[in-house]
């Protein structure tokens, strides 16, 4: 299934943003939030090829605002290197208790993809919190043969706030 989900997410989220019965602003008053990220448990779309599910890692999220927030990390991706990442999760809306949004990200260690070099990345996320836990949803698009995508879970701890 090669489908680039980036643009069609944007499209729904536009109209239904404004319905106001779905989607709510989120307030973007400051916040200052410090998780601990878990690496990622992923449900690749190309289920037929041996790739890594269980990307163990850590990472740090620092959430600043009620609608942004900055992450960076490091998890064994997919094609079993290991990859880095930073950058933002960008958040302004809500469906219930879910953030909406986008997370922009530098990342590297995939083989495919600029020689393992650097590269960015935009990923629609949804985040829910509860209390002292939490857990961000990233839906990864298929990129050529150089991204492999899929559905990845990452499960966070409040450190403090």
Known sequence: MRVSLIPAFLLLCSPMAQAGDWFT???????????????FATAHFDSDKDLN????????????SGTMAATAGRFYNSDRQWSNYAGVIWQPYAVGPVRVGLAVAAFDGYPNMRDGGWFPAAIPTLTY???????????????KDRLYGGISFQ?????FE
């Open 25 to 39: 602003k989120i307030d973007s008053a400051p916040k200052s939030e410090f998780w601990l990220d878990s690496g």
């Open 155 to 159: 499960l966070k701890f409040k450190l």
């Open 53 to 64: 599910g269980a990307n163990k890692g850590l990472g740090l999220e620092y959430r600043f």
């Open 129 to 143: 919190d509860y209390k002292r836990v939490g857990v961000n949803v990233g839906i990864i698009p298929t990129y």
